[in-house]
């Protein structure tokens, strides 16, 4: 997939990482720790379709565990983690149903709704019929994903068991189960709640999520990531539902995405719509947790386009009363300079869009966030040195030859990885090796 680039012959500006120098000063917006997942690929156990239980923790978000009501489970072997790294887990699913209950196009698609997380203290090796032991009870979940923390310490056993699939209690349930280290706090978990397009696009079923995506640009982090998007809602029904949906999420990271069926229309009115954001920003902020609030994404569709740029300037009001509101991706301007990124209706992006969408996502959550204490500037290979394979590594990024690099090449600091920051970074490895020779 290519990048949105706007290239100056070999120098090359990546239009999604124009950020403003200040946007990522305070260090409490940064992800301190990573929380990697330890689960992937460990031993799994089913009892009644167990030929699917790998499928619940391998590489492919779109390969699912399928387990039936009311006696079936996921069982993971973590024996072979160090323990070190188990000590606090978070235990996550995920589902392919819309995130909650509500709005006209909610659906319910094989989606656990009772279950228990249990825990076994038995050597690791072969699967233990006794001795699990209830650590989280959930009854009548609505939602098609969920995060539990759980004092791993001196146990080896984790299962997710499910008695309840749709609301009914029987049924097949299809989920995939993560298991991430928060043994040093949690701070790389995100709830992306919003509309259809947070929904079609904030996904992490296809193999390309803003997880995979932030994976690749440095590999020490996995993010935690939920998709809270319901096609058809509006700001009114964030306002009215964040504080249940924030009660079950133990994350750091709410992004608020609305406005697109706001402005449709104009059915909630801009003031309306500042109103309920800055609900959802402050109810975000009195939870503990971070906001983050991207530009309502542009549109060719009339009833959106002539309201849209009403609502984003709320945004921007935002931005300037909350300093604490991190900017999400400016899709507006994104969407503006390339609409082939949009689908026929004019609204929502094609597959290409919204692929783009992922990775702009990542890209500028790891320009905003990750890089405050992620590496140093200018090891852009993210092994910890600074050395010329640094300079052929973003040379090669720049002219598209390579996906791989961190964005930690912005050496100018102007919040724009290009030429420049080639030309500073050759400059100042000249000079190390210079101050070699004299020494």
Request: proline share 5%.
């Amino acid at each position: 997939m290519k990048k949105i680039i706007a290239c100056a012959a070999a120098a090359g500006i990546t239009a999604a990482l124009l950020v403003p120098p200040t946007a990522s000063a305070d260090s409490a917006k940064t992800v301190e720790v990573p929380n990697p997942v330890i689960s992937r690929n460990v031993p799994a156990y089913s009892s009644v379709n167990p030929a699917t239980a790998c499928a619940g923790n391998d590489d492919y978000y779109y390969s699912f565990w399928n387990g039936a009501a009311p006696e079936d489970y996921l069982a993971y072997d973590l024996s072979g983690v160090p323990e070190a790294q188990r000590q606090i887990i978070d235990a996550v699913w995920y589902n392919t149903s819309a995130y909650d209950t509500i709005g006209m196009y909610s659906n319910r698609n094989m989606e656990p709704s009772d279950y228990t997380i249990e825990v076994n203290a038995a050597q690791g090796g072969d699967y233990p019929e006794d001795g699990w032991e209830i650590v989280e009870t959930v009854t009548g979940n609505t939602l098609s994903s969920r995060q539990h923390l759980v004092d791993f310490a001196g146990y080896n056993w984790i299962r997710l068991h499910i008695t309840g699939v749709d609301g009914k209690t029987s049924g097949t349930c299809m989920v995939n189960f993560d298991i991430h280290d928060v043994s040093n706090g949690i701070c790389d978990s995100w709830l992306f709640l919003g509309d259809s397009i947070t929904a079609g696009g904030m996904n992490n079923c296809y193999g390309t999520g803003f997880a995979t995506y932030l994976n690749r640009l440095d590999s020490r982090y996995f993010p935690i990531q939920e998709n809270g998007g319901i096609g058809g809602i509006t700001s009114t029904d964030g306002r009215n539902n964040i504080d249940r949906w924030l009660e079950t999420f133990p994350g750091k990271y709410v992004s608020i995405a609305y406005g697109t069926n706001d402005a449709w229309g104009n059915q909630t009115g801009a003031q309306t719509y500042y109103e309920n954001t800055v609900y959802m920003v402050q109810a975000v902020l009195d939870a503990g947790k971070i906001p983050v609030l991207p530009k309502i994404p542009f549109a060719t569709e009339a009833g959106v386009q002539n309201y849209e740029q009403d609502y984003n300037a709320m945004i921007d009001r935002i931005y300037t009363q909350y300093p604490q509101v991190i900017p999400g991706p400016d899709f507006y301007s994104i969407l503006q300079e390339h609409p082939e990124y949009l689908s026929s209706d004019g609204v929502h992006p094609c597959s290409e869009g919204y692929e783009e969408m992922r990775r702009i996502w990542a890209e500028t959550m790891y320009a905003r966030v990750y890089r405050n204490t992620a590496l140093p500037d200018g090891d852009v290979n993210g092994d910890g040195v600074i050395s010329l394979a640094d300079a052929v590594t973003l040379q090669k990024w720049l002219l598209e030859l390579n996906d791989s690099a961190t964005l930690t090449g912005d050496l100018t600091g102007d919040g724009v990885i290009n030429g420049m920051d080639l030309a500073l970074l050759r400059y100042k490895l000249l000079n190390t090796a210079n101050d070699t020779e004299k020494g």
